[in-house]
């Protein structure tokens, strides 16, 4: 399995952006899709968005859909969540995840490895 830690979490004004970074250990890393999903308090863990190992395909959840981009650099074992426009709905804790399943991959149990999650609080 691999390690994966996030960072880049904070409080923002709604309408701002930030940019969500989870740093994976391991010279497997590049082998893996990566995921981000978010649980706001008092709901159930969610979807966010998924990229493929090579980056070649992503997938969003409608909600973040033309706001927030996904990425991947497998030289620097990291995956990014860029997200602008934000909304007071988008506060929650935000998790990376990892997995070597096949695509289509968007349910929690498609992923293995988590981090330990970095908290994002959009203001109004």
């Known amino acids: 399995q691999v390690q994966l830690v996030e960072s880049g979490g904070g409080l923002v004004q709604a309408g701002g952006s930030l940019r969500l970074s989870c740093a994976g250990s391991?010279?497997?890393?590049?082998?893996?899709?990566m995921g981000w999903f978010r649980q706001a308090p008092g709901k159930e863990r969610e979807f966010v968005a998924t990229?493929?190992?090579?980056?070649?395909?992503?997938y969003y959840t409608d909600s973040v859909k033309g706001r927030f981009t996904i990425s991947k650099d497998n030289a620097k074992n990291t995956v990014y969540l860029q997200m602008n426009s934000l909304k007071p709905e988008d506060t929650a804790v935000y998790y990376c995840a990892a997995t070597r399943r096949a695509w289509p991959i968007e349910r929690l149990a498609d992923f293995g490895s988590w981090g330990q999650g970095t908290q994002v609080t959009v203001s109004s």
């Open positions: 990229i493929s190992w090579n980056g070649d395909r992503t």
């Open positions: 391991g010279r497997t890393f590049s082998g893996y899709s």
